[in-house]
């Protein structure tokens, strides 16, 4: 079975610039979760979707992040603008119910802004 | 109070030996909970689920303990593959069901 794909793998931007990740989840898994990761923490919740709705984004910076999933498959992220803070590495995962369970996470995107 | 704590380590302990890990959460609706693994540079991965009565996975034992507020996992006979930072998950009740991760805590296991 395919796990969680995320891309890019790395990126690297200047302050002001915008950048996007893209994750597909698991198929057939109905929840879909965006972690920032900052170095020497734990992966902090910025978003959860269920299907294609929005169960929990009330840690997301609104001003300068935003998420989709459309049609309740992919999703992106994006930061517009960046900041330096943003650095981190982002992680997407999923899980089969539509409840918070056992999550399977991607790689995860490592942001470097400069 | 952070609503997930963990000691952040590093816990250095030799090959066979035994170590436990705490987790404290703040919300005592918290419903469920989970250990994952992370080793270094890579994605978190599920170790195992926490039940109410306690589980055991092989030489990971999991713990809760509701009226404490706290879950325990233990190691016994620790390996060198068993380097790595271990997090916790807590995740409340009720319809938002707000997942949390701690901190991590980091282990490392001596030749």
């Known amino acids: 079975e395919a796990g969680v794909a995320q891309s890019p793998r790395y990126k690297i931007i200047e302050k002001r610039q915008s950048v996007a990740f893209w994750c597909n989840p698991i198929?057939?898994?109905?929840?879909l979760y965006w972690y920032q990761q900052i170095l020497g923490q734990g992966p902090k919740l910025l978003i959860q979707?269920?299907?294609?709705?929005?169960?929990?984004d009330s840690q997301l910076p609104k001003d300068r992040f935003s998420a989709e999933r459309l049609k309740g498959v992919d999703s992106t992220l994006k930061i517009q603008p960046a900041k330096l803070e943003d650095s981190a590495v982002y992680l997407c995962?999923?899980?089969?119910?539509?409840?918070?369970?056992?999550?399977?996470f991607g790689p995860g995107t490592r942001l470097t802004v400069t | 109070r952070k609503e997930v704590e963990q000691d952040p380590g590093p816990f250095n302990v030799p090959e066979g030996a035994t170590v436990a890990f705490n987790c404290t959460y703040s919300?005592?609706?918290?419903?469920?909970f989970f250990w994952y693994r992370q080793d270094c540079r890579k994605e978190p991965k599920l170790l195992m689920s926490?039940?109410?009565s306690g589980n055991e996975d092989g030489r990971f034992t999991a713990q809760l303990n509701r009226a404490s507020q706290y879950i325990s996992l233990l190691i016994r006979d620790s390996k060198l593959s068993d380097s790595a930072t271990y997090l916790c998950?807590?995740?409340?009740?009720?319809?938002?069901?707000?997942?949390?991760f701690g901190s991590g805590t980091q282990l490392t296991v001596l030749p």
């Open positions: 998950v807590v995740i409340s009740s009720g319809s938002a069901r707000q997942l949390t």
């Open positions: 198929s057939g898994h109905a929840t």
């Open positions: 926490v039940y109410s």
């Open positions: 919300n005592s609706a918290s419903q469920s």
């Open positions: 995962a999923s899980s089969e119910g539509t409840v918070p369970s056992k999550q399977y």
């Open positions: 979707f269920q299907n294609n709705g929005v169960v929990d």
